[in-house]
């Protein structure tokens, strides 16, 4: 079982540029979510979706969007990337928002030049 | 030991020896709590978690302890081995509405063989 899949792996992107992680669960979770982990700070929570269709903010939502057409997907979009937005990026999924149970992918390392 | 929102601090231990890792956190209102493994390269790992209702939990090689007095929070790892050389991170959830997963900064464990 493949679980939680990222992608890419790693990039280096040209600041001002847009760009899009991927992010797929084959668990059929209903929970999805995207961090950030930059040294020292821990993860800090971007954007999440308890459900196909809706979505929220976390701690550290500006410059990012989300979107979750269907149960298994949960793309993040930088639409113009700053040097600060670089860091590594980790999605998971939970069956519901009432576990704390979160599986998560391998992180797309990001670096805005 | 850990706080959440301090800087990342690092448990050296001789392998074999015990291990505790301990989290504090300041929200009385907290009812949930998660104790989760990071390898270096990798995704965050779920280990166990204990509700408020719980004083201590206990999984394989592992145990949780919950003083809500003093709000604070210890994993216990018994007879360390060099593959518990890990990040862990404490989490928890405020009581109510959807889950959403915040998370301490991490504590390094190290164990020399």
């Known amino acids: 079982t493949a679980g939680i899949t990222q992608a890419p792996t790693s990039q280096i992107l040209a600041a001002g540029r847009s760009m899009t992680l991927r992010c797929t669960q084959d668990?059929?979770?209903?929970?999805m979510y995207w961090y950030r982990q930059d040294l020292g700070l821990g993860l800090r929570l971007i954007h999440y979706?308890?459900?196909?269709?809706?979505?929220g903010k976390g701690e550290v939502p500006d410059g990012y969007s989300v979107s979750r057409a269907n149960t298994d997907d949960f793309p993040l979009t930088l639409a113009s990337a700053v040097p600060s937005q670089t860091s590594v990026y980790f999605c998971a999924s939970s069956a519901d928002t009432n576990t704390g149970e979160l599986f998560f992918g391998e992180g797309s390392r990001l670096t805005v030049l | 030991g850990e706080s959440v929102g301090l800087h990342l601090p690092t448990l050296s231990v001789q392998e074999g020896d015990n291990s505790i890792i301990n989290c504090a956190y300041s929200?009385?209102?907290?009812?949930?709590f998660i104790w989760y493994k990071q390898e270096s390269g990798k995704g965050p790992q779920f280990i166990i978690d204990i509700r408020s209702n719980m004083d201590k939990r206990q999984g394989q090689r592992v145990t949780v302890l919950l003083n809500k007095t003093v709000k604070h929070l210890s994993l216990q790892i018994a007879a360390t081995q060099p593959g518990d050389s890990a990040v862990y991170f404490c989490?928890?959830?405020?009581?109510?509405?959807?889950?959403?997963?915040?998370f301490g900064r991490g504590t390094s464990l190290i164990v020399h063989p």
């Open positions: 668990m059929r979770h209903n929970a």
């Open positions: 979706s308890n459900t196909a269709g809706t979505t």
């Open positions: 929200n009385s209102a907290s009812d949930y």
């Open positions: 989490a928890e959830k405020l009581s109510g509405g959807s889950y959403i997963p915040t």
